[in-house]
């Protein structure tokens, strides 16, 4: 059994250049045996933009959505949470 951490990030184009930094700090976190973490990635719209910076783990779920800003995004991203 694994136990899990979710991290719940939204996104938007301008900011989606940071994914790379975020997903190096979550690399590099130190969790307690039998323990892993979720990124849940919610972009704040539906572009191009965000896609081509999101990593490739299988940790990662990323989705898009009707722009409402971050507070909408994290709480659509939200039901995707395992953690």
Do not use: C
Request: charged share 20%; aromatic share 8%; proline share 5%.
């Amino acid at each position: 059994m694994t136990n899990v951490v979710s991290v719940i990030t939204a996104v938007h184009g301008p900011s989606a250049v940071y994914l790379a930094d975020a997903y190096k700090s979550l690399n590099e976190q130190q969790l307690p045996d039998s323990w892993d973490w979720q990124w849940v990635i919610q972009e704040d719209g539906e572009t191009d933009d965000v896609t081509p910076h999101v990593p490739d783990d299988v940790r990662i779920s990323f989705g898009q959505g009707r722009h409402g800003r971050a507070g909408m995004a994290r709480t659509m991203g939200l039901s995707r949470a395992t953690g």
